[in-house]
């Protein structure tokens, strides 16, 4: 039998799987189109230009986070456009809208006391400009189809009739003794009506007690856009509760103060971390007042340092050796991770000075924002001098004008005789 090699086919190329001469055309054969492939090539739409008109509102505007912006600011005005503008003062960055009761601002609780120095981003206001063709409601519009069956709006004075389907509940005003109505009222004590008696707090409270229904208040504090949140509460039912969790519990009485000032309404039971707002007798979900939404969140503004080289009344080298004490110094307390309650965080703090001049707190595993912000407001309530952050650690200085909580107290504890 004869062996076939490479050598005797020359035109044959055994390592490839394609024909090594394509085969001679036939003229008898015509050509015709290709056929069709088994799924439609996608026609794309043609890029969009950019378009050359600049944007007029600067909100619209997207400022990198890490942008190098940094402009110094004085009180006052800083930007305007007609009526709005953007003020400086001694509640930090606030905006001004004509017709607001107040001014806003994004967080009304977590606002450092001191002034601003700079702002991080160009002066906006957060709020929808005034050109769009509708409120921003954080809806879609509805189609023209749904336009025609208006969906009907029942409030406190119009509720629904009983065994109406597909509408939520509203509860009625109240509550009232026999033979009393609601009334109009305009001002808070109007709205609030006779103070509530105890079985009243407890017929109120009590079906909010294991109810998941709540708003959460966390490291930014009370914010702009939950006033108009807690009005949407309201309309379904008579209290609100409202969840506190993160720094802002180190100080409970600030949140409450905020809450009842800028909701109109009144705290009626108090538990650790958890608040319920009571709406008041006399509520009407149409006669609220109505606050715009804010769609964008401003940029921090620049704040003095709170730890200092030389501290109030101490030398570098004195400031030195007290951090140097502060390194071999038991922490009193480990907080949480994150979503703690730290309500007796500032009545520790008072008693852990009456035996040491130095107290330091354990924060591992929190944001540096928010062991930053709790040493501000224990500069402020204890009050005491920040020494340093270092170890994600908070070390405290009673200070010079330090006085002992028990003057009258025969005997006094240091401890911090063996850090020397």
Known sequence: MAIITASSLPGLNLFSSLPSAPP???PTITTSTPPSPPIPIPKYPPPRQKSSKPRTNPALKTVHRRTKYFKPVKDGVISSDGDRSVVVG?????????????????SYSETPKVKPL?????????????????????????????DKNKIPLFDSFNPPPEGTKGVKHVEMP?????????????????????????WEIKMLVQPHLSNNRQINLGRDGL???????????????????????????????????????????????????????FRGRNYNYRTRPQYPVMLWKPATPVYPKLIQEAPEGLTKAEAHKLRKQGE????????????????????????????SPLVKIDCKGMHATDYKKLGGKLK??????????DNEQVLMWRGQDWKSM?????????FTTHLD
């Open 90 to 106: 001694e509640s930090g960055v606030s905006y001004l809208l004509p017709g607001a009761p107040f001014e806003f601002q994004y």
């Open 118 to 146: 700079a702002i991080r981003e160009p002066a906006f206001l957060p709020f929808e400009p005034p050109t769009m063709p509708r409120p921003w409601t954080g809806k879609a519009p509805l189609k023209k189809k749904k």
């Open 223 to 277: 914010t702009h856009n939950m006033l108009e949140l807690i009005h949407s509460h309201w309309k379904r039912q008579r209290v609100c509760k409202v969840r506190c969790k993160g720094v802002p519990t180190v100080d409970m009485n600030n949140i409450c103060r905020r809450l009842e000032e800028k909701t109109g309404g009144k705290i009626i039971h108090r538990v650790g971390g958890v608040v319920y707002l």
């Open 406 to 414: 028990y003057e009258d107290a025969p005997w006094k504890i240091d």
């Open 174 to 198: 109240g509550p009232f003794s026999l033979g009393r109505f609601p009334k109009e009222g305009r001002t808070r004590e109007e709205v609030l009506g006779e103070p509530l008696r105890k």
């Open 328 to 355: 071999r110094l038991l922490p009193i307390c480990k907080l949480a991770a994150k979503n703690g309650v730290y309500i007796s965080l500032v009545k520790d703090v008072r008693n852990a000075f009456e035996g």
């Open 24 to 26: 001679p055309k036939d």
């Open 380 to 389: 402020e309530l204890v009050p005491c001098v920040l020494l340093s952050f």
